[in-house]
């Protein structure tokens, strides 16, 4: 029966088939494989095989919870109430899962973040602020997946490929060749802050839910094509944005479907200056 189930879970991966589809057809199939197991627990009841039977009723409970659960989301497309692991695996993994209740859209959570920095931040003309290289170590990338991990529990930054179905993550990596991450664009922090370390003679960016959770996430390496020493001799130096990137993406896999891989989170930054009065 089991070696049946292989074959035809086998010969689906030569057909390109829709994601969706291909799901509800692997639930059809679990949910015979389920059947043939509830048989098979059933005789060795009857035969008085205790162990053996305790095990595969387990078995059977938990293949059934799962085809339950997958069945909701693919056939009703919509999530039950007694799904309890997959908001965990969506915190792990950055997938979304949606829960049916009102959410707030992707593009206000982008501009809520962005006007947050505002506030404590202030803005800045265009045309007095300029990119900087960020270099970021391992201390650092460790304080920027704590800053991260708490702006994500907060609703602050949203994994939610910004918006996109597994179709268009495919469709967006075919086009680019650049895997489409999790977090959603222009994920700017609550606050942000420069400061100059030195002890270890560099400038620091230091990122938080707010100025008393700071933490520093990176340091600037080069501001446009200066050396970052020199501009900082030359000139005031200030944050004028600060916006997180990378963290886990998905690039496009067989048949249609998405890989979830994941890298280091990044920094793209611009810093504004003015000319120091030496006076």
């Not at 680019?176 to 400061?195: C, D, G, H, I, M």
């Not at 000139?235 to 896999?253: D, E, F, H």
Request: net charge negative; proline share 3%; charged share 20%.
């Amino acid at each position: 029966m089991f070696s049946f189930l292989d074959m035809i879970n086998s010969s689906l991966s030569y057909f390109n088939l829709d994601v969706k589809l291909k799901s509800r057809i692997y639930i059809i199939i679990a949910l015979l494989g389920d059947i043939y197991l509830v048989y098979v627990t059933f005789r060795l009841f009857m035969n008085h095989v205790w162990l053996r039977a305790l095990l595969y009723c387990l078995a059977v409970i938990g293949l059934t919870y799962f085809i339950y659960l997958n069945f909701v989301f693919y056939f009703l497309e919509k999530t039950s109430r007694f799904d309890f692991i997959s908001p965990r695996v969506a915190k792990i993994t950055g997938q979304k899962f949606e829960d049916g209740k009102a959410k707030t859209p992707l593009d206000a959570q982008q501009r809520l973040a962005a006007e947050l920095a505002n506030r404590s931040n202030g803005l800045f003309a265009n045309a007095d602020t300029i990119p900087a290289a960020v270099a970021i170590d391992e201390h650092e990338q460790h304080n920027l997946h704590r800053v991260v991990d708490q702006l994500l529990m907060e609703g602050v930054f949203v994994n939610g490929y910004d918006g996109l179905s597994e179709k268009g993550i495919v469709e967006q990596y075919q086009a680019t060749e650049k895997p489409v991450t999790a977090l959603n664009s222009q994920s700017v922090p609550p606050y942000f802050e420069l400061v100059h370390d030195e002890l270890q003679h560099r400038l620091e960016i230091y990122i938080g839910m707010n100025q008393m959770e700071r933490r520093p996430v990176g340091h600037i390496t080069k501001i446009g094509l200066t050396d970052v020493h020199t501009a900082h001799d030359k000139y005031q130096l200030y944050l004028a944005t600060v916006v997180v990137t990378g963290g886990p993406n998905k690039i496009a896999g067989r048949s249609g479907s998405t890989i979830l891989t994941e890298e280091d989170y990044g920094l793209q930054v611009q810093v504004a200056y003015k000319q120091r009065n030496n006076a």
